[in-house]
């Protein structure tokens, strides 16, 4: 029982000395957090934005994560490694599959 106490004082006068400092030192940890890059994060390569009304080549290549003038058999790959993750029946979005089947069908149509 009593030892209970003891490390339960022990850790409020923890928290209290770590706010404290935290409280006392607000300039110098904005400055640290700022002074760490961001640049190198894990989300950089995701592309940022919607759909286009009408697909092109190039926005089919970033769906696949192939480049706008990849070869059939790598199409054939990227179709198959990204509907594995995406598929309805495993918990994937409808309209995502069919993005993806739409992105596929335009790569291995097109020769442009």
Same mark, same amino acid.
């Given at each position: 029982?009593?030892?209970?106490?003891?490390?339960?004082?022990?850790?409020?006068?923890?928290?209290?000395?770590?706010?404290?400092?935290?409280?006392?030192?607000?300039?110098?940890?904005?400055?640290?957090?700022?002074?760490?890059?961001?640049?190198?994060?894990?989300? $950089?390569?995701?592309? /940022? =934005? @919607?759909?286009?009304?009408?697909?092109?080549?190039?926005?089919? +290549? #970033?769906? %696949?994560?192939?480049?706008?003038?990849?070869?059939?058999?790598?199409?054939?790959?990227?179709?198959?490694?990204?509907?594995?993750? $995406?598929?309805?029946? /495993? =918990? @994937?979005?409808?309209?995502?599959?069919?993005?993806?089947?739409? +992105? #596929?069908? %335009?790569?291995?149509?097109?020769?442009?």
């Amino acid at each position: 029982m009593t030892g209970g106490l003891i490390v339960a004082g022990l850790g409020l006068a923890a928290v209290g000395f770590g706010a404290r400092y935290v409280l006392r030192n607000q300039a110098l940890i904005k400055k640290g957090i700022e002074a760490i890059p961001v640049t190198g994060g894990a989300f $950089n390569s995701y592309y /940022r =934005g @919607g759909f286009d009304q009408k697909m092109s080549r190039g926005e089919a +290549a #970033k769906i %696949l994560g192939i480049t706008p003038s990849a070869k059939p058999a790598k199409v054939k790959e990227a179709h198959k490694r990204v509907m594995i993750v $995406n598929h309805p029946n /495993r =918990g @994937g979005s409808p309209y995502l599959a069919a993005k993806i089947n739409e +992105a #596929k069908d %335009l790569m291995e149509s097109s020769k442009s």
